[in-house]
């Protein structure tokens, strides 16, 4: 499958946004679906479906199966021991709740210190936020520098006998730097430290190998990877399944059920408690055959390639102000144009059919210590072109042209 011709394989972009073409340059917030997630959908509450785990009837097998064949692909796609590491959620911030609240549950006591970064999206802030109010924990930032990179050698300064765990993201949602992932994660396991990888921006557009970078979870989601919503993941090391109480009651996740006692199911279906996403997760192995189809390195030199050439042409505006300038950086970045609002932009791009987010991207932390209230996010995805990236600057023309009335 080609990149090239790739956007032909989209049904959104046969639509015209106010009597514009489409340009969509939001794939960090959730990325759009090929024809083929589309169909697998359709198909499966069409001509397949039945719940998982619950029956013995044909239809129901089939569908478990199914399921399950979902868990051994992601298995494969992201690198993972095993396709019993795998927990199927709603989304990627249930993922992080999962971990914050079952390893807070246990292993969290006052005072104890968790470590962030300044780059953390909400979802992996407001969920030790949670413990840190409940139970009196202490959260520490990993600063970055002027330029958006992590300041990495100060991380050991951080860590004390009281630290617990590590969260922390793979990629910034607002500038695209890239974590030094492997180089965290080895200080961690000197002081025997687990590590929690927010892999929302990674798992779709970086080489994703759970294995090798042996971090104790990494959590992601199905809707920034060509995929639907409604489907999160979380990849665990078992030790933690067998440590952690159930996220969840209810069906599905039990062994055996008493008026005296409970017994839960082990592994993973202890915390897929429920009824699951069944024709959205059947949905996600279709945009991991999609990924597959075109090769993940060469979506990754894709997304590099533009992220470069959109650099270049806007850094060539003057009055357009790029938010940091980090080493290592995936397809993402965010700007400000002087004495426009983000959201404004945002607005006056719409109506030229450019889909662009303007705020502070559920990062206020990072916008807090970069000393600006809101900016503009570019985020690629497989289906953009250079012609995107012109429709982009002339879009900021028009911009600038309205304001300076």
């Not at 397949?48 to 785990?53: L, P, Q, R, S, T």
């Not at 999609?290 to 590099?304: A, D, L, P, S």
């Not at 959201?343 to 059919?353: F, K, M, N, R």
């Not at 206020?364 to 900016?375: R, T």
Request: with cysteine; proline share 2%; net charge neutral.
């Amino acid at each position: 499958m080609m990149i090239k011709n790739i956007k032909q394989e989209f049904p959104i972009f046969k639509n015209k946004i106010n009597g514009k073409e489409l340009v969509y340059l939001d794939s960090a917030n959730s990325s759009q679906k090929p024809q083929s997630v589309i169909d697998a959908v359709s198909f499966f509450y069409s001509n397949e479906f039945a719940n998982v785990g619950r029956g013995i009837y044909t239809l129901a097998v089939n569908a478990s199966e199914k399921y399950e064949k979902t868990r051994s692909n992601l298995k494969t796609f992201i690198g993972a021991s095993s396709d019993f590491e795998i927990i199927f959620t709603k989304n990627a911030t249930e993922s992080l709740n999962l971990v914050a609240s079952c390893f807070g549950e246990k292993f969290i006591e006052k005072d104890d210190e968790i470590i962030l970064t300044e780059t953390e999206h909400h979802a992996n802030y407001v969920p030790w936020h949670f413990l840190r109010k409940r139970k009196g924990a202490i959260i520490k930032f990993l600063p970055i520098d002027e330029d958006g990179n992590l300041k990495v050698e100060e991380l050991e300064s951080l860590i004390s006998n009281k630290t617990k765990i590590i969260s922390i993201t793979h990629m910034s949602n607002v500038t695209g730097a890239i974590t030094p992932l492997e180089k965290i994660i080895e200080i961690a396991k000197k002081n025997n430290i687990p590590v929690c990888v927010d892999g929302t921006q990674g798992a779709a557009h970086l080489e994703t190998d759970i294995k090798k970078l042996d971090c104790d979870f990494y959590a992601f989601s199905g809707h920034k990877m060509y995929g639907p919503t409604g489907v999160g993941l979380l990849a665990i090391k078992y030790k933690w399944l067998e440590a952690f109480d159930p996220f969840m009651g209810g069906g599905g996740m039990i062994d055996y059920v008493t008026k005296k006692d409970i017994a839960y199911a082990r592994g993973v279906w202890k915390m897929e408690a429920g009824t699951m996403p069944t024709a959205e997760v059947v949905a996600l192995n279709e945009s991991i055959n999609f990924i597959n189809k075109i090769g993940k390195k060469n979506i990754i030199e894709h997304e590099k390639q533009l992220t470069q050439i959109a650099l270049e042409k806007l850094r060539s505006n003057n009055s357009v102000r790029i938010i940091a300038k980090p080493k290592n950086q995936g397809g993402v970045f965010s700007f400000n144009i002087d004495n426009i609002h983000s959201h404004d932009v945002s607005t006056i791009l719409d109506q030229e059919g450019i889909a662009v987010r303007g705020g502070h991207h559920c990062c206020q932390v990072l916008h807090e210590v970069l000393k600006i209230n809101s900016s503009v996010r570019v985020s690629f995805g497989v289906y953009n072109n250079e012609s995107d990236i012109d429709a982009l600057c002339d879009g900021i023309k028009k911009c600038q042209k309205i304001f300076k009335k």
